[in-house]
């Protein structure tokens, strides 16, 4: 095999699951691609090419300072790193080990999500303790209150679908009495849309993943208080080494980060709902199916297809109807990883129109030789 041999084929894949780690995130969008082009024959001197991202994530976010991280999973392990140590070289280079720092990261229990990795573990890699508040469905401000101490280092707030969606400590309320304590708020807001709100209503640092909805490299950006961001940036001396971001991802998430703030998204959300409801509309005379439009859950300005699979009709569940997709060539992967029996979502952000009429006709096939099999045909 010679170096320029292309790669072995692979299946084509037709993504309707939304930005998923597993897909390969999403697609990277033009930009992000020359930017990291363009940077990566080049030699750099990488702590101006830092300091170029802290501006562009300070005028996105309005935050006072940010940096790029190899993701936003390794941005939960260096910021909860950077409350830990601050800039004492000493105390980074000593991580994990963290004898005589404060090593406890408050999380309420129903934000410990699993978003393919745990929440959780990615606070214990940096050598912190997480303490949980509260039971799944409920937590209460007394709790975090009670929970703040001598020890505690930092407390971890999660923005995502994946968490409980009731019964949470709100974020104003959560910073409220975080702050009063002089402990810093981390947000894990990697697949949120809002690059502002979380800071503006009080959190200390708010970590993103560059590679969701901004269509960049993979990478994560941190964004918030100046001390805590080079707090993070200094953590390259020590764990953050072993999670570095290259000048392809950094140079890459500048261009997404100036590419958002130009773009009109309003247009594009338009087009990602006319997506939705066209797909809807393709679907909904399928019997045994109810189709229906879902806003996200979080609040992204993201509308998705609900199909609701009667197994009585069709002969299949909506865990059967998402397998069989996902077998077909090309690949068509729904959004089903938080699968209850009866329904998949079709999410418009990372294919085509004439994908998303693919995916509708498949959806129709699959359908259509189900019932075949339990029912004499007309
Ligand atoms: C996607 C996601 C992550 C991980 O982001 P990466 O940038 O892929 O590491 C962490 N937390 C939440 C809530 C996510 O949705």
Redo the contacts with the bound molecule.
Sequence with gaps: MTANEPLPDLKPVINAAGTM?ALG?AAANREAIEAAAAILTRAVDMSELHGAASLAIAQATGAEAGCVTA??????SVAVAAAMTGDDLARIERLPDTGGLKNEVVLQKGHN?H???E?AQMVRLAGATVVEIGAVNRARGYQLEGALGERTAAALY???H?TSQVGMIGLEEFCTICQARGVPVLV?A??EYDLQGFLARGADLAIY????FLGGL?A?IIAGREDLVRACTLQECGIGRAMKVGKEGIASTIAVLRRWQALDKEALWRRETARAKRAAGNLQDIAGLAVSLEADPTGNPVTRVRIEVDAAHTGMDAGSLSLGLAAGNPAVHVRAHDIDPGSILLDPCNLSDADMDHVCRCIAESVAASRSGIAPAG
Aim: hydrophobic residues 45%.
């Design positions: 780690t995130a993701c936003a999973a390794a941005g939960i999500c978003f393919s990795g929440i999660v923005v995502s994946q894990d990697a697949a993943s560059a590679h969701k993979t994560g």
